[in-house]
Every structure is written in structure tokens, then in C-alpha cells.
């Protein structure tokens, strides 16, 4: 079954928070930690995080089938295009994991848009959201839109001896993310992201639908809130989650 959702905004912390119960949950071998499985990129490619490093990613401990759907799952260029729904069918896979036997931790930054959906479609789950000072999160933003940029990319290549590298940082067809949030929020796709004052007035916008989905769902006993201004603490009591 799912036991803990983290299904929050990017840059709020919540790759540190997945490790940290990643490490606090070690010695678990049963445990299942998904990072990001509705991102395709992350699914099929290397995952360097740009603070994090490298990201373990259990996909490979699920059933051959259920590995298949997700990786199938390519849903963020043909929502774009108008082709299938925010998610493509992530109904299906949500449901198939929550039958496993074992015990599955997900993180991923595309699901908060469906909060409303999803705290219904797995009572069972301890969703976590986690709540940032705005600015902290433009910062991060704009890092990436500043970053990316194709010798970034041939440094990391060069520098870890692989292939290809697929990370946030170089999602030009995205725009980090914004142009999908944009539309699945407000119907509508947006003005080429060509400044970052054009960038951060859409991303600010998209923030502040994401504090009011919190509010909504925040009601709900399966719901965690976690709050902070800058940079979530390293002491952060885990134990709720886990129990």
C-alpha cells in the first residue's frame, strides 16, 4: 500500500524530506521509496537533483507490470499538446501500487495539482504537503532558468562519464514545470517564458493556486502540513509519518 504521499510544490524541500525517511527507514527492506514517478524523464533516464546528487529510485523493486505502466505513463508532452489528461492515467497506477503488499513511499512535484483527487482515491495514505516562503521558491526557480543551459549539461555528462542527464534544470519544453502547472490550473497555456519577469509573475500566480488547494485540503485527517521560511530543518520530527 501507499503509505506516505509527499505530493508538494518543487523547491519546498521535499527531496530532502523523501532521503531523510529514506534514511530513517534504512534498515526496512520491504519498503519502496518512488522518486518522481509521474515525471517520464526521471523514470527512463539518470536523475541528477541539482543540491541532492544522484537519487535512488526503487522502481525496479516493483512488479514487471506495474514498472511498464509507469514507464508508459508519458503523459507530459502529449497533455501539452491536448492529446490526454493532467497525469495521463495515473488513477490505474495509483491504484495498482496501493494493492501491493508492501509498503510505498512516493515524492513527486506534478501530483499536488490532483490534492483534491487524490486524498479521496487513497484514504489510507499520509499525504504530505509542504509550505515554503514564496521568494525562497522564485530563488530556486529562477536558478534553473538561469542554469539551463546545454554546457551545464555536457559538463555533468563529461563529469560523471554518461549519456544523458535528465534533471529540471534543462526542461525547456516545460518550462520547469510552470507551463504545465499553468495550464492544468487556469485551462489556458501561457506566453513564451522569455524573461525572467514574464517567468517569475506566472510562477507567482501558480504559487498562490497552490496555497489555496493546501487550505482546501489541509482539512482532511490524512493530510500533513509542513511549514517553513527558508530552509526545512534538519531536525524535523519524522515519527508521525512513520507510526
Not at 501491493?100 to 512535484?109: A, F, G, M, R, T
Not at 526542461?171 to 525572467?196: H, Q, S
Amino acid at each position: 500500500m501507499i503509505k506516505i504521499f509527499i505530493s508538494t510544490f518543487p523547491r519546498t524541500g521535499s527531496t530532502f524530506l523523501f532521503l531523510k525517511l529514506r534514511e530513517l527507514l534504512n534498515s526496512r527492506k520491504d519498503v519502496i521509496f518512488l522518486y518522481e514517478p509521474f515525471n517520464p524523464n526521471l523514470v527512463k533516464e539518470i536523475l541528477y537533483h541539482d543540491f541532492h546528487g544522484f537519487i535512488k529510485n526503487d522502481i525496479d523493486k516493483l512488479p514487471k507490470y506495474l514498472q511498464e505502466l509507469i514507464r508508459c505513463n508519458d503523459w507530459i508532452i502529449n497533455y501539452l499538446r491536448g492529446n490526454c489528461k493532467y497525469l495521463g492515467n495515473y488513477e490505474v497506477i495509483l491504484s495498482k501500487l496501493n494493492e501491493l503488499n508492501q509498503e510505498i513511499i512516493i515524492k513527486d512535484v506534478h501530483t499536488w495539482v490532483k490534492l483534491h483527487e487524490l486524498v479521496k482515491l487513497l484514504p489510507n495514505t499520509k499525504h504530505v504537503v509542504i509550505v515554503r516562503d514564496f521568494e525562497e521558491i522564485k530563488e530556486g526557480f529562477l536558478q534553473w532558468y538561469r542554469q539551463r543551459t546545454w554546457r551545464k549539461i555536457l559538463y555533468l555528462m563529461l563529469r560523471f562519464r554518461i549519456n544523458s542527464v535528465k534533471s529540471r534544470l534543462f526542461d525547456r519544453k516545460t518550462g520547469i514545470g510552470v507551463k504545465l502547472f499553468y495550464k492544468a490550473l487556469f485551462g489556458k497555456d501561457i506566453d513564451p517564458l522569455k524573461n525572467e519577469e514574464v517567468f517569475s509573475k506566472y510562477l507567482e500566480d501558480i504559487y498562490v493556486k497552490y496555497l489555496e488547494i493546501v487550505d482546501d485540503v489541509k482539512k482532511f485527517r490524512n493530510v500533513y502540513v509542513i511549514e517553513f521560511k527558508k530552509l526545512i530543518s534538519n531536525n524535523i520530527d519524522l515519527n508521525q509519518l512513520i507510526t
